[in-house]
């Protein structure tokens, strides 16, 4: 199970959809040991296939080192570590996937002359190194002189790497989706109430501008290959000219409104893939 502190503001949606997707592999006659984040780590786990939602660093790089034994990981520990800020976008970018204008710095540098070249004005700070764990990781500034100052704090902190994505304006969109099925669930969050730091509140109601929705699901299951991460969920904006960009990658979310339905789904992609293995 995930570790509480990489679950802000969702432990119990969390736990829930981990626990679901155990039943569900239950019924289907799978004997399920469930273990804590910090069991694994302390060693206790001697499974060879190991299904998580892991996200402290120590947990990452165990899992790398397990794969690389022979264990079956899902998601795999690399994939989860390609969620980390700066990988997924050097990867997403990389790969040509839709993504926002972005520049990666250190938080010690001066950034303003080159935001204003790049002619970024609005913007996301988010730290580099780790997922977001708190509300902070994540800043919306609106001009380079407030990015300076959000980086300065990130300095202060420890946070030694940033990544700038330009602010795209448009409808905010999270989405879910697990490979090898035909599982594929979108949403408008701020319509819903849905929001784990607030930030949805900066793109505001949807406008349900049109875009094409199987042209999204591609887009996203796309970038699960690539990050390498079977269980998925992420954001994305849609512009007032229907243009598609991630802007959030996730290994394993919470599924929290689409839990129920999903967890059939989840429970076949791990079956299937320990099928391919054998």
């Known amino acids: 199970m995930r570790a509480g502190a990489y679950s802000p503001n969702h432990i119990g949606n969390d736990a829930a959809i981990f626990n679901a997707v155990a039943d569900q592999l239950r019924k289907r006659g799978c004997i399920v040991t469930i273990y804590s984040e910090d069991q694994f780590n302390n060693g206790d786990v001697k499974e060879d296939i190991i299904v998580n939602m892991c996200r402290e660093m120590e947990s990452i790089h165990k899992l790398q080192k397990l794969e690389d034994d022979g264990a079956l990981v ?10 980390t800020r700066e990988r997924m976008t050097r990867i997403l970018i990389g790969s040509n996937i839709p993504y926002p204008d972005s520049i990666i710095v250190n938080t010690d540098e001066s950034v303003k002359d080159a935001l204003k070249k790049a002619g970024f004005t609005q913007c996301w700070i988010k730290r580099g190194d780790f997922h977001a764990m708190h509300k902070e990781d994540v800043s919306y500034v609106r001009h380079p002189e407030e990015a300076q100052e959000v980086l300065q704090e990130y300095f202060l902190r420890g946070i030694k790497r940033a990544v700038i994505n330009r602010h795209l304006v448009g409808d905010l969109i999270k989405f879910y989706g697990v490979q090898g099925t035909p599982f594929f669930f979108w949403f408008y969050p701020f319509d819903e109430g849905h929001s784990k730091y607030g930030h949805e509140a900066i793109n505001g109601k949807s406008r349900g501008l049109e875009f094409d929705k199987e042209h999204m699901r591609d887009i996203c299951h796309k970038a699960s290959e690539v990050l390498d991460v079977k ?3 992420g954001d994305c904006i849609v512009s007032p000219e229907g243009d598609i960009r991630i802007i959030d990658f996730n290994d394993w979310p919470s599924f929290a409104p689409c839990r129920q339905e999903a967890a059939p789904h989840i429970a076949k992609c791990i079956l299937s893939t320990i099928k391919e293995r054998k």
């Open 231 to 233: 269980i998925y969920g």
């Open 74 to 83: 899902i998601n795999s520990g690399y994939g989860i570590e390609n969620c």
